[in-house]
């Protein structure tokens, strides 16, 4: 640095720079730096460049680009004005200043490396850039508290553009047009496309089109392959095992004819980064489990590991709780997060005790497994994080499974909104197919539910009602004595 202090610095790209209409490309360092870059003396030395500091020209080789005019950066940075403390799981409105002043109208954008740092999370606003003090919404998403410290950049401040409306009445004629023609010239994946046809056959055109709108701003947040997921840094996974020793298993026995299937699918989990191979002194097998439709379940056995594991006593909501707070809501939206536990990071210093064996190596998991005993409480945790304040009032959640609830559509459209927003922010992703919008009656955690009430799901009990009535002494008998074993009795 210009003061003698060394400045490290994260790599170097090869930048293409266009002065005027002269097009060079030179080679740059990339540092962790909140000042625009320069051109320094070795680009000016290499590329034989000469100021006029009169008349404000440039002359690069033999070509003279013009006058040099100072560009004005339009975004800035949003600095914490004063040193403040934010409790966990709490937010507060915490006073900011620019870098530089600014006039009208600028929208509020949080700067990526604070979450990361911090773990705090700051709320998008529209703001007055001419006001001395920025007021800027912070969230503590940890468990801790957390000291802000004046001079921390927080966010940016880009100026934003105003568009004036007005009313238009719109006569008969026009309305009837503008319902036969309700499509909206934008393109979103097939599954999207399905979820909209699905969540809106109770809906108007008008209405449609506010979904489509929905769906379409918020794509990003929904997975549109098998490994598709999302990956949120508010929190990883930990394995506390105490003092206990590693715990060594062997692989169990595979028939020949499934072994395509266990390498097709540690195939997929390496290319998504799902797992990666171990040199662990851990180890758990692997069992692959046939479900309904004929497709296998990868899963490992982590009784074991269980066993020595310190539990999380973290609490999951009652359901009874949840189905009453359900009560006086017309409109249901059902979310369901894409292959939920691995969007969260394991600990680096735990991926060792998740190795499993396999017929062609031992392999760790980057992400939180299923089977682990402390799994539904580390995402019960996160989901509660990313919803603080919607949980209870907008929506309900059980791990993965998120109702969001209204008495009018308006209101779902907006509560849906504040829902897809945080889960964007919180770089989480949700399954389409597993999801349906604007309904009155929806499948949730077991029951039916609509504005009359909540009923058992008929899938639940319809092997019950299925079961056929005894018609001999024998199949009562039958009947009788299973019912005895079984604890129905």
Not at 138 to 146: A, E, F, G, I, P
Not at 340 to 355: F, H, I, L, R
Not at 426 to 435: D, E, I, T, V
Request: aromatic share 6%; glycine share 6%; proline share 5%.
């Amino acid at each position: 640095m210009a003061n003698g202090q060394p400045l490290g610095y994260d790599g170097f790209a090869t930048f293409s720079l266009i002065i005027k209409e002269k097009l060079v490309q030179y080679e740059v360092w990339v540092a962790d730096i909140e000042t625009e870059g320069i051109l320094g003396i070795d680009f000016l030395r290499d590329y034989n460049c000469q100021i006029e500091a009169g008349s404000g020209k440039v002359t690069i080789g033999e070509q003279t680009s013009g006058n040099v005019e100072q560009v004005e950066v339009s975004c800035c940075r949003i600095r914490i004005a004063e040193n403040v403390m934010i409790p966990p799981g709490c937010e507060a409105v915490v006073p900011g200043s620019l870098e530089k002043k600014s006039n009208g109208i600028a929208v509020v954008e949080m700067l990526p490396r604070f979450l990361e740092k911090h773990g705090m999370m700051v709320a998008r606003a529209v703001v007055d850039a001419s006001m001395s003090v920025i007021p800027v919404r912070v969230l503590n998403l940890t468990d801790q508290h957390k000291t802000i410290y004046e001079g921390t950049n927080v966010a940016t401040c880009e100026p934003a553009k105003e568009i004036s409306c007005r009313m238009i009445n719109t006569s008969p004629t026009e309305e009837k047009c503008s319902q036969e023609s309700t499509e909206v010239p934008r393109e979103i994946h097939a599954d999207l496309k399905d979820l909209l046809d699905r969540s809106t056959n109770l809906l108007e055109p008008r209405q449609r089109d506010q979904v489509m709108n929905l769906l379409y701003a918020y794509r990003d947040t929904f997975a549109t392959t098998s490994i598709d997921i999302g990956k949120t840094n508010l929190v990883k996974h930990k394995i506390n095992t105490g003092t206990e020793r590693p715990i060594r298993q062997t692989a169990r026995r595979l028939p020949t004819h499934r072994r395509d299937k266990e390498q097709a699918e540690v195939q997929r989990m390496l290319e998504g980064g799902i797992i990666q191979p171990s040199s662990s002194p851990w180890s758990s097998p692997i069992v692959l489990v046939t479900k309904k439709d004929g497709s296998t379940r990868f899963c490992v056995d982590y009784r074991r590991l269980n066993d020595i594991t310190i539990k999380d006593s973290y609490p999951l909501p009652r359901i009874d709780d949840s189905l009453d707070a359900l009560s006086g809501a017309k409109w249901f939206s059902t979310l369901d997060m894409k292959s939920g536990y691995w969007q969260v990071e394991m600990d680096p210093d735990d991926k060792s005790k998740t190795a499993f064996i396999t017929t062609s190596g031992l392999y760790e998991f980057n992400v939180l497994p299923f089977g682990l005993c402390n799994a539904p409480a580390t995402f019960e945790r996160l989901m509660e994080r990313v919803l603080k304040g919607l949980h209870w009032q907008t929506c309900l959640l059980y791990l993965d499974d998120i109702i969001v609830f209204s008495k009018t559509f308006d209101e779902e459209l907006v509560r849906l909104t504040q829902v897809f927003n945080r889960i964007k922010e919180a770089g989480l992703k949700l399954n389409p197919q597993k999801c349906c919008l604007f309904q009155q009656e929806v499948s949730y955690l077991g029951h039916l539910v609509s504005c009359e009430g909540v009923s058992t799901d008929p899938v639940k009990v319809k092997a019950v009602k299925d079961w056929p009535t005894p018609m001999t002494v024998t199949q009562l008998r039958a009947s009788w004595v299973s019912a005895l074993t079984t604890g129905s009795l």
